[in-house]
């Protein structure tokens, strides 16, 4: 349930994040940070998981 919710802010957030927060990505630097912080997050979580 929790990682359904991760993934669902995260795609809210690649998605709305620019309008919402008022953020300027034209590089797209923010997403990069933010797919790299999700996928570093799951990995994390299996390893502490083991």
């Not at 620019?18 to 953020?23: E, I, L």
């Not at 590089?27 to 390893?47: E, M, P, Q, R």
Request: avoid cysteine; hydrophobic fraction near 55%; glycine fraction near 16%.
């Amino acid at each position: 349930m929790v990682a359904m919710i991760a993934i669902v802010m995260f795609v809210a957030l690649v998605g709305f994040g620019g309008k919402y927060f008022g953020w300027s990505d034209p590089d797209g630097t923010v997403t990069l940070a933010l797919i790299t912080s999700f996928i570093l997050g799951i990995i994390g979580g299996y390893k502490a998981k083991d």
